[in-house]
């Protein structure tokens, strides 16, 4: 059977999964993922980015995880994937993308600025990423340099003083972490509304596969 699942990383470098549930709902422990920067899903692939560099890949599924390096991900503090292609976003404020075409993804290219994006993640065909100053931003997912919009706060339930370090999104649905809580929210341009569904302590990134086997 095929379904959705949310996954995360903790600063211990185990590896998580919940269903994506709009309540409270047990994390499972199914594996690690060493030094974790940034993770996204790409169908049935988990992809993350390590902070010594490295992009790689395993099988979204809830045993025998095993990651293969797969590319290079140099100061990568978010990941996206759409249409074929992956996004970045760096702690230099550059946003990348690469073609997932090729096997050995080493040829990043520039397409612009990050603004200054703390997490990022993409939902119908759109990049949305969120700042340290917690305001959500979103922008086309063109090969060159284009505006972010600002669409509204990853902060309506929680306060400025905490903020956002991870983001997900599938099912009509963007999540967030922030102060060891997960929220979602519809991914509208107005009148944003966050609604909390859980807790884990420790996040360092998030992602959502639609495509899990169990």
Known sequence: MVCTKLFCVTKDNKLWV????????????IGTAENVTAMTAV??????????????ACNAKLDNLIWSEIGIAINVNGLASINGRIFCTTTNNDLFTVDLVFKNL?????????????????????LYCSTPSNKLYTRFPVMSEFPWQEIGSANKVIGMVNKVVAMAASDEKLYYVSDDTLY???????????????????????AVSDNVFV
Not at 43 to 56: A, P
Not at 113 to 123: D, F, G, N, R, V
Not at 187 to 204: A, F, L, M, T
């Open 43 to 56: 169908g049935s692939v988990l992809l993350c980015s390590t902070n010594d560099g490295k992009l790689l």
């Open 106 to 126: 080493h040829d990043w290219h520039k397409i612009g600025k990050a603004h200054h994006a703390a997490a990022l993640t993409s939902i119908n065909g759109m």
């Open 184 to 206: 979602v929210c519809d991914p509208i341009h107005d009148h944003i509304s966050w609604q909390k569904i859980g807790h884990k302590e420790d996040i360092v990134a998030l």
């Open 18 to 29: 919940r269903d994506p549930v709009l309540y409270d709902s047990p994390w499972l422990e």
